[in-house]
């Protein structure tokens, strides 16, 4: 069964501090997004990467940066939490699109962060 | 970039069928259309992908017209079970050639009464 971990479920930071989330995929994707989720606006995409050390940035990259060290690994970083920032973020992953295939993306269950 | 736009939320009974439309018309050529389904503290589940005409599997259709401007899902007879978030997804993700090309809709709450 396939699987996309987050590696906390509910997060408080304060307000300057650095944070950290991460995400790990079991399927061996090339692809993998960082989403936030708030009410009213759906799912806005962070940034993307498809391969090792590659990233792409998405609709709302500012205050955000990421990591992919390792295929599994995709970590969402910001380097100075504010308060705006407080929100639920999701992980994904994908295998490579090719045309004509499958570009679904597996979902983690989120991660809540509260900026105080 | 091509935008989506859905309804905020919608309401039906039991065994009902149910049609969600996605407007996006400034989707590109290389674009699919993809929805997805949200329950309450789960992430988004992939429930079908189509390019143009219709497609269906077990658990909906999906008709996209010759334009590809809109799509709509449809949920055959429906369960309380099928309460939650749908969102439209249109984009590509090919290498290094993204962003701005994978937008996911404002999502529509689907209520499912008995």
């Known amino acids: 069964d396939v699987k996309v971990t987050q590696s906390s479920r509910y997060l408080v930071k304060r307000t300057g501090e650095k944070v950290f989330l991460e995400c790990v995929q079991d399927?061996?994707?090339?692809?993998m997004f960082w989403y936030r989720q708030d009410p009213g606006l759906g799912l806005r995409l962070i940034y993307f990467s498809y391969d090792v050390k590659m990233k792409e940035k998405g609709d709302i990259p500012e205050g955000y940066s990421v990591s992919r060290e390792k295929k599994e690994r995709f970590s969402l970083i910001l380097e100075s939490a504010s308060t705006n920032q407080t929100s639920m973020y999701l992980c994904?992953?994908?295998?490579?699109?090719?045309?004509?295939?499958?570009?679904?993306?597996?979902f983690g269950p989120g991660t809540r962060l509260t900026v105080l | 970039l091509a935008k989506t736009t859905q309804p905020i939320s919608m309401d039906s009974y039991e065994g009902q069928e149910v049609n969600i439309t996605c407007s996006h018309n400034?989707?590109?050529?290389?674009?699919?259309i993809t929805w997805y389904q949200q329950f309450p503290s789960q992430g988004p589940r992939f429930i079908i992908q189509?390019?143009?005409t219709k497609v269906t599997n077990e658990v909906a259709s999906l008709f996209i017209p010759a334009d590809r401007k809109s799509s709509t899902l449809s949920l055959p007879r429906v369960s309380l079970s099928d309460t939650a978030v749908y969102y439209c997804l249109v984009g590509d993700i090919n290498r290094g050639s993204t962003l701005g090309r994978l937008y996911f809709g404002r999502g529509t709450q689907l209520t499912v009464w008995p």
């Open positions: 994904a992953s994908s295998s490579l699109n090719r045309v004509g295939a499958y570009n679904e993306q597996f």
């Open positions: 400034n989707i590109a050529t290389n674009d699919y």
């Open positions: 399927m061996d994707h090339e692809n």
């Open positions: 189509g390019y143009k």
